[in-house]
């Protein structure tokens, strides 16, 4: 590992002083009075297609320069607000610079405002990426961050929440370009937290460069924050009330504060109200029939906090600080009711009550300081510095009644109170740096981070009302993950032909120590390895209209400290979860080739192979009582064909559909464990109407399959059709949504799984069908966007998650 930081340095090192010879040119924008126009957007262009090359922005009193231009044809255009386009004449760049002196802009012949009325696509396809743009769907108002990932191109979610991307689980979550260290129900809760309005985009990465964590078999979903970037004082403020089972509010308000020199901004989100759920459990064990039925109503208090500040140091340099907080109160009661049932008696011999009720107050603090240097010579150098902390007191009760077949009289009774708080800490640093190198781009980068993990398990027996704390069953265990990551990607263009390939290097070093009064052989898990992550891509474009790609990459899926923690918990009174400390990695390989027809139709067919694929297994222990733990069960491979289209049907209609077709399937070496394959369709699409007096309707739905969840669940189809309206009004500051989401009930899901002897039928749900409505109003700038902010917007198009 040294060795290769040592090697990454020096070709750093020799790169850094090596470059083609490039020369520049410049000149002085005015008015039509002699003033210099400051800030006017030049844009250099090639002349053989008008592609990009550079834009600058003029200083203020109106001076250009634009340097690094290789030899060729160009033409550079201007623009300023209140000013018609100017295009320069085609010149040559041969063996030196040009000066253009003066260029004078003509005013425009009408200067009333000028409002911007396009509207990002509610899907964009980029070579690297797909990005669902949650404010262009209707249909998201009033929705958690959990149900947007639903609507997402190619992602459906199964029982357990867990989030599947083209039919792979094993998704990495991204927050504004930063792995998220929360794992598991931590995870799903903070997801569920986040509401819509907090959203700008949700970026979704199936073929990730190595410039990205090697983590995550089925890629990246990158979930972007909104971040205002106008310039001068603008906001905005929303609320809303929503109503499925239960009634729930929501509001949010954000803003920013631009100037020259720095941009203020911030957002704060609330959301209160009752949730409803509900899980059905049909169990055969050892001739006997457990048939659970429970309804979980869940009271839920989430604010979400984001403030920011960017100070532009010059026009190099940019300094950043971003704090993200998370604040959440549940509190949760579980109504469950279990016949027990003997070989064929059609009456139970018993019942079991368990009404359960839990809290649970997390607090999720993130702070993010970053540097970043670009010159016009094409050098780029990225630095972050995150640190990080995540606290979470849990505390459940858990009365177990058990009751005769008539449920006349109390049989026995076992009580207990359950106590879990969790603190996660985290430090990390990178470095990324990128620069023009043999007629390409080279991109250099390290990354460091440490993750510690201190869960705490009290199990107290309640006996006569007292809490009789059982060290039996209590326990600690605190994990401590440390990553060192190194990687190099090269990217060139020869004619017609792209290419991309990248190496990364990272060692893994982690640490698991349980303390408790179990006798665990394996109560330390410590482990120490190395992986390499190679990547690559070529694309080439054969015409306009046409361009082909194809990729490969290697990723990892690491286990989670809740899955490696050997000791017993009990979830309720028949089923407790165990740990796996021999829990192994899980490695797969990533093959996808695409094609996209005018930038908007696009088709892949991709290759996946599993090794060593780890899921949740229910097996059974005793007579009666059943047990959770994530093993190394099988390979899993997957082809995945996939189809997205944005089109616009009529000057009316705007339509976005994506398909994913893709054959599943798991073999494995455990007899107790059944091979199972499945052929699944997944769809989603969107139609949006463009209606008289600015409405707006949108009708949207998705469809899934029967299918595999985690390996083991074999389940049924699942769909959802939702309708949206929107009216602006008072010049489209105010905004007026009214949704419908799941309108004939269909997203409740059903599923089958065996495993040995035990044989499990599970269904639950949610209140997907619910009716929202929305408020929101804008304030600030609604004029055309600056030449400072154009260029702005150009550069976070060009690094978005860098």
Avoid at 169 to 179: E, H, L
Avoid at 591 to 606: A, G
Wanted: hydrophobic share 35%; aromatic share 12%; with cysteine.
């Amino acid at each position: 590992m040294k060795k290769l930081l040592v090697n990454l340095i020096i070709l750093l090192s020799v790169s850094i002083g090596t470059s083609a010879q490039t020369f520049s040119i410049g000149g002085l924008i005015k008015n039509q009075q002699n003033e210099g126009v400051p800030f006017a957007t030049v844009t250099l262009l090639k002349v053989k297609d008008s592609t990009l090359v550079k834009a600058e922005i003029c200083s203020e009193n109106g001076n250009f320069k634009i340097g690094g231009i290789k030899p060729n044809k160009y033409y550079f255009v201007v623009s300023s607000v209140g000013f018609q386009k100017y295009r320069s004449v085609n010149f040559e760049i041969i063996d030196k610079e040009i000066d253009f002196g003066s260029v004078v802009l003509n005013t425009e012949n009408q200067l009333a405002e000028v409002k911007v009325k396009a509207q990002k696509p509610l899907v964009e396809v980029f070579s690297d990426k797909t990005v669902f743009n949650v404010q262009s769907s209707l249909s998201a108002t009033g929705t958690t961050g959990l149900e947007l990932l639903r609507k997402s191109p190619g992602v459906t979610l199964d029982n357990n929440e867990n989030v599947i991307l083209e039919g792979k689980t094993g998704v990495r979550i991204f927050i504004d370009g930063k792995p998220s260290v929360l794992q598991g129900q931590d995870l799903t809760q903070y997801l569920k937290s986040l509401q819509a309005s907090d959203i700008e985009a949700i970026e979704i990465i199936t073929q990730p460069s190595a410039r990205y964590d090697a983590a995550g078999n089925a890629g990246i979903i990158n979930i972007r924050l909104k971040k205002d970037k106008r310039f001068g004082t603008n906001g905005s403020v929303a609320i809303g009330y929503g109503y499925g089972y239960y009634g729930k509010t929501n509001a949010s308000v954000s803003f920013n504060h631009r100037t020259r020199k720095s941009n203020l901004f911030g957002t704060y989100s609330s959301r209160v109200g009752k949730n409803w759920s509900f899980l059905n459990f049909y169990r055969e064990q050892v001739n006997t029939i457990f048939d659970q039925k429970s309804e979980i109503i869940s009271d839920n208090r989430s604010n979400n906090i984001k403030l920011g500040l960017d100070y532009f140091a010059s026009k190099k340099s940019t300094l950043g600080v971003i704090l993200n907080a998370n604040l959440n109160v549940n509190d949760n009661t579980t109504l469950s009711r279990t016949p027990i049932f003997t070989e064929n008696l059609i009456n139970p011999a018993q019942v079991l009550i368990a009404n359960n009720s839990s809290n649970s107050n997390s607090n999720n603090l993130y702070l993010n300081t970053n540097y970043r240097f670009a010159d016009t010579l094409g050098r780029v150098l990225n630095i972050d510095v995150d640190l990080g902390i995540y606290g979470n007191r849990r505390q459940s009760y858990q009365p177990n009644v058990y009751k005769n077949g008539n449920e006349t009289e109390e049989i026995f009774s076992r009580i207990f109170r359950m106590k879990t708080p969790t603190n996660i800490s985290i430090f990390s640093t990178k470095a990324d740096y990128e620069q023009n190198l043999f007629r390409g781009k080279i991109g250099l980068g390290a990354k460091f981070s440490v993750v510690t993990t201190d869960n705490t398990f009290d199990f107290f027996d309640v006996i006569d009302g007292e809490d009789r704390l059982n060290p039996n069953r209590s326990n600690n265990f605190i994990y401590t993950e440390r990553i060192n990551a190194a990687y190099v990607t090269y990217n060139r263009s020869i004619k017609k032909i792209d290419l991309q390939f990248g190496l990364r290097a990272e060692q893994t070093i982690s640490d698991g120590n349980l303390t408790s009064q179990q006798n665990n052989a394996d109560s330390r898990v410590k482990r120490n390895y190395t992986n390499l992550f190679p990547s690559g891509g070529i694309t080439y474009k054969a015409n306009k209209d046409n361009s082909w790609g194809l990729t490969y990459s290697r990723r990892i899926e690491r286990p989670t400290y809740q899955s490696l923690n050997p000791f017993e918990w009990q979830l309720d009174e028949l089923t407790y979860q165990k740990g796996n400390a021999f829990l192994q990695p899980q490695y797969v390989d990533n093959l996808k080739l695409s094609h996209t027809y005018k930038y908007t139709l696009t088709t892949s067919l991709s290759y996946s192979y599993v090794r060593d694929f780890f899921a949740q297994i229910t097996d059974t222990t005793d007579f009666n009582r059943n047990f959770l733990m994530e093993r190394n069960i099988a390979n899993q491979q997957v082809i995945n064909l996939g189809v997205s289209y944005p089109f616009r049907a009529a000057k009316w209609w705007n339509v976005y559909l994506s398909l994913n077709a893709f054959h599943t399937d798991f073999r494995s070496d455990d007899i107790k464990f059944m091979d199972v394959r499945a052929n699944v369709l997944s769809f989603y699409g969107q139609n949006t109407f463009s209606l008289p007096q600015k409405w707006n309707l949108e009708v949207s739905g998705w469809y899934s399959s029967p299918g595999i969840w985690g390996g083991t669940y074999i389940t049924r189809s699942q769909g959802s059709l939702d309708l949206a309206l929107q009216k602006r009004i008072f010049k489209e500051k105010i905004s007026f949504r009214l949704a419908m989401s799941d309108v004939f009930f269909t997203s409740p899901w059903r599923g089958s799984t065996q495993f040995g002897g035990l044989k499990i039928i599970g269904s639950g749900g949610w209140e997907s069908r619910m009716v929202r409505v929305n408020l929101s109003y804008n304030f600030g700038n609604k004029q055309v966007k600056s030449a400072r902010q154009r260029q702005t917007s150009l550069e976070d198009e060009k690094n978005r998650i860098n």
